[in-house]
């Protein structure tokens, strides 16, 4: 401890002082081989523990999809069968899955105009260049509004945009037959989109609009996905549905085939960690086996080390 | 003769170019014709600027420079991209310009306190103050240097440096004046200068009273020019209009700026050349920029970056392609491209993708590094600077280059000076031996410290000054016992050997000195050469005391019997260094002649008078110094051996008439010279011994330990000096740079064949024993020959010899020697030096060091760093060095590694979308993502961190601040094992690369395709996207603080405070729908899984390096249990 008395004395009198002459109080922790192994191994506990717990707890949501785009094939209007596997508890969350759509291509991510979906008046052509390549009615293949007034092929297309253009448009009416007697199984498409984003759109002219764009579920599909196969909130069930048979009532409008992908539908609950991830577990307990195999490295060299050293 | 025609003259050409009028570069100059005393104003004045801008120009000037600079004309092209529609990533904002502009700030900001720093420098330069005379006012008023005019006449006092390139017009001295040059050519003797006869005899008298209005000189000399030691001129005195003959001028009526007047009261001189027309500014050398060889290892990889970005870009433009045309009909429905539309066309889209794809990768190339880098090595130099443990004399070290920080670490070779360098230039006398009797002490200087701590057992009375270091009892109260004896000095004889000793010591020399009115004042000895002034002060001291000589009468004073000794001198004959000995002729008072000589001990004592073969008392003093001498030499003592001869009158005036005979052959150097040397030999043949002295080089402090040190780091130690070879030698063996176990090879002939038979010696020897260890010793003349010859076969040698030493080299062979040791091996080199002989070699060498000595500061100036002693070089390569290598290589890694980590996530996002092009952070933030989220973290690291903190081991090892300065070990690993080289660097940049790989991987799973929000709510591209944004940003600032060694509060608060910053910086964006990251904070912190995914990102990447780095630290340090080495942490319990 002698050595510390006499740095007291050779302590510098301030910060800077201290920061001049590089003299800072430090901490130098020396990494030693147990406190390696010691790091490591709770690291593999942790994740193994979590790996379950998340396997777990998605195992908890109940989830099955359907494809259904084979199956209606050519009819505008068809009824799809499926079988709920087990009873799902309310809310339970309907979506919509594509398949092989590239959302996330540049040109498409693109192509739409913050301005005019938040309503802004009075958008001509020129100030709608973002469109690109739809911006007129015309472009879009548009020519009555929501309300059937007629409109221009020249006059800009609310909403205009390659996004707006290939909005998916399939409508679902899940049914259910109790004792014979058909009943309507009620998807509300109310808060599926977030709160934030439905300030973002307005309307701007009805009758120069040939789709509303405060449509919660517009605003989902303006939400460009990630991935080519990607989900889409529909609706959501807020009620119960038991295990068993439901018929699907689908307004076939959405032409999959002419990109060549595929059409689903999704039934999915979620716990407070939000949908199924099977991904996560899977990866948790990866990463645990990898830093237990770490954990148990570190143990063989601690273990020759020490053999090689009572030889020494 | 006419006056007007000099009044009128133009002494000053200038150019028309376009806009402007600019001086003419000197050769375009005509002579000069000037009036004395008459200012010509159309030559720009004395004031010199060195610093590049003024408040107005700063900024256009500046930035043209700021754009010059590669990196940013390249982020300014990027930026210009970004604006274009058709390619624009970022919808049209040029976001690249936002962290360009602030690095442009702060290397404006920089630039500025540079200049700024310069602009000081010139003002204290040109504030300097000189006595200029006024024709007003008829008398000498002070004036500032900068206002001093071609044509003016001013007056330099003595000690004073001279303002501008001046004729001396009259000095004190009668036309005399000595000065020194030391700031020009590093040489230490003083010069004499004088005044031409005719103007002395004129302005002599100008202090007093005015010169008469009708009396005119005019003056014709060259244009300047940047020719050294000469100068060509004339005037012409018009009295009355009556013109005289023209004089002419010369080198020795002309004096240098920068050179100091010594010995001489004032001198009156006319300015010649001023400012930067001056012989000093115009060979002043303009210090190239110094890369560390780091820096251009990284900017050759920048490069290769840059190549591997277009790689990507054409592998991204290519595959989005072959994609595109694979998938077009299922494309067509969604993203409507029309069959004839440009974006169909492959060559187009090709195109626009790259373009594309290279705004989104061009970030690879890091646009902070730069200046990230710039400003830690800014800070590097001054914690250098600031370093108290650098200090001599309360002066701190310098740093003039900070970009070489790093590449002191990395040291090879050290080519080192010695005179000032090595040595303290001062010689202290050691030593006497007389006849058989050693007088004084060596080996005492090791004890010193001891003598001073407790008193040592038997005291001898030691006299120490300046240049004598004299332990002993005996010589002194012998001498005084004998003067009790005898009384006066003229009952001694020839036989007293003492007295004849002393007073051969304080005669024997070519000293200047002023004559002092009271003889027992203190003299101011001015030799040429330092051995002499420790001999005739060592002769003093024991009260044999030189005063002066007057009119050819040496004087010396006799403190033991208080009388003064007059001799004449009859003759010198100078020293020179194939004679090694120099020789003077006295006549004393009663008209006897006598012959001292001094020189090198063999020479000398192969001059001795023979002795008969029985006389054992001669053979055994003989056999006795001999032997002394031969001691003395391996511990690096200078020696010289004395002697004397009386010369019978007509002996002398036979020599001296055949000598003047032989001075006046003119037409035949040769023959001149043979005969000079023959008469000198004769004359000083047969000599008698009268005694050997032993002078220590002085060593500055503790340069053995550092060389030994040095050594032990793997690093080459090559002495370059002007001495003499024995004086190199002398110095080697006290240095420990030559020891008597390694063999010594001398490399000294004049001719080619000579030279080629002794390096066929060495490298036969080597050949031979390739593994034994040796020194090489070569001197100027044999370097010309073997540069000319056989460069590739002395380097051969010489890279395999322990030690090299360079004597009688020349500025321009050292700069040689080193440029050649530089290109043959590759390595790094570092030159080290005091003097402006050293200039060339610290300008040539990767790094230059300069000894601040107490005067002269021109290798300083011209150096990189510059110190107060060598032993600091330790200190700057082991710790500053060595650490600032490690730090700033390391930095340079981990800002390819943060770069690659964060832009290739979406260039594999890329493979999601065929390629096509689209972003994946939101613009703004993922611009400012490099400067303010992840620099400040690695600065700091770079700063503050160390291997051993010094705090911890301060006091541990006497005089070692840093731990690391006692392990030249540590230092030798980095050049065996650097941390920065092209593995290292391509390994970190593929590691963030496959790191990125994972974060993509993990972020997009984690989110797709199913909800990952409690309530069903979708997520986004852009969800992904900052997920991997604010990985990245948490991973790298973790990663820095698992870089450090040592760990500070403050820098863990600030480290967290750069993750915080990013929070702080995305919730505001959040906030705003403007950025395409409106919203995202508040979904992405309350969803789960962002946690889930950030843990198992930060464990992917960090956790599994930490892994790496421990098992490689636990090996290395299970390495040094085995082989029994001390641990390299050193553990204390604090």
Redesign the interface.
Known sequence: ?E??Q??DQ?QPSSIGQA?????????????T?NS?IIL?AI?SVY?LS?GIV?NVYSGEIN?QSFRYDAYCQGYPVCEFPIALDTDYKA?I?F?Y?LD???Q??????TSKS?EQL?GQQGLGVGDLSTCY??ITNG?MGKNLSINATPLSSNDPAIPCG?IA??YFNDTFNITYEVNDEVTNVTVSNE????P??LG?YANTNISQQWLNVTDERFI?WM???????????WG?INQDLQQGRYTIVIENNY?SS????KKFIVF?T????????E??SV??IC?GV??SL?TI??CL?KYF?RV??KK? | MNIVEYRKHRNENQIRTCCCKRRAPWELQPDRKILIGTADKNIPNNRVETSKYNMLTFLPKNSLEQFRKASNLYFLLLGIFQILPPVTTTDGQPTVYLPLSFIIMVSMIKDFFEDFKRHRADDEENNRTVQKYSLRTGVFEYEKWQNVYVGDIIRIANKQRIPADIIILATSKGGECFVETKNLDGETNLKPKYAHPQLQSLYKQLNEKELPYNLFVTMDFERQNPLMYKFKGSFNIVNENKEQPKEALNYENFLERGCSLQNTDWILAVTVYTGHDTKIMMNSIIGKMKYSTVERLMSKQILWVFLFLLFECIFASTYYNVWYQRNVNELQSYLNIDKNAPENNSFYNFVLRFAMWFLLLGNSVPISLLVTLETVKFFQAQMIQWDKNYLTFDRAAAVHSSNLSEELGVIEYIFSDKTGTLTQNIMKFKSLIIDDIVYGDIQEQAYQQEIIDEKPFKEKQRIVSQNVDFTDDELYSELISQFINKKSAKHFSNNDHIFLSLLCLSLCHTIQTELVENIESDIQYNASSPDELALVSFAAEMGFKYIGKEENVMKVYIKHSKEILKFQIQQIIEFNSTRKRMSIVLKDKNGRLILFCKGADNVILSMLQDFDENDTIQKNILFEIKKQLQEYATIGLRTLVLGYKELEQKEYEKFLSEYNRAQAILDDDQLRESLMNQLEEMIENNLKLLCATAIEDKLQDKVGEVIADLKSAGINVWVLTGDKIETAINIGFSCKLLTDQVKRFIIDGDVEGQVERQLGKVTNYINDHPEEPLSLIVSGVALVIIIHNFKEAFFKVALKANAVMACRVSPKQKQEIVNLVRRLTGKITLAIGDGANDVAMITQAHVGVGIRGLEGQQAAKASDYAIGEFKHLRRLLFYSGHESYRKNSNLILFNFYKNQLYIGAFFFFGFSNGFSGQNLYDQWLSQIFNVFFTSLPIILYALFDEKYPNSNYMQLVQDKANFLESRPDIYREYLSKPIFNLVSFWRQFLLGLLQAILLMVISFYAFEPISPHNQGQNSTYLEAGMTIMSAVVIIVNLKVLLMHNTNYPIIIYINLGSTICFILFFLLFSQYPFFESFDLFQRLFECFNYYMAMILMLIVTNFFDLARLRYNYFVEQYKEHQSNNPPTQLEIEM
């Open positions: 401890m050595s510390s006499q740095q050779k920061i001049k002459q590089q003299v800072l109080k430090a901490w130098q922790p020396v990494p081989i390696t490591f690291l994740f979590m998340l989830q809310p969350y979506y899955q092989n759509f590239y996330n291509q540049r040109r498409y991510i913050v938040s390549p739809v472009q390659l253009q290939s808060g599926i989109a977030w934030t984003d973002l989902v939400r460009v996905a990630a991935m080519p196969n990607f989900r889409k909130l959501i032409n002419a990109y060549g992908g999915s979620t716990n407070q960690f939000g949908g199924k991830n991904f996560l990866a948790y990463v990898a830093s770490v490295a570190f060299k080390s090689d050293h020494l």
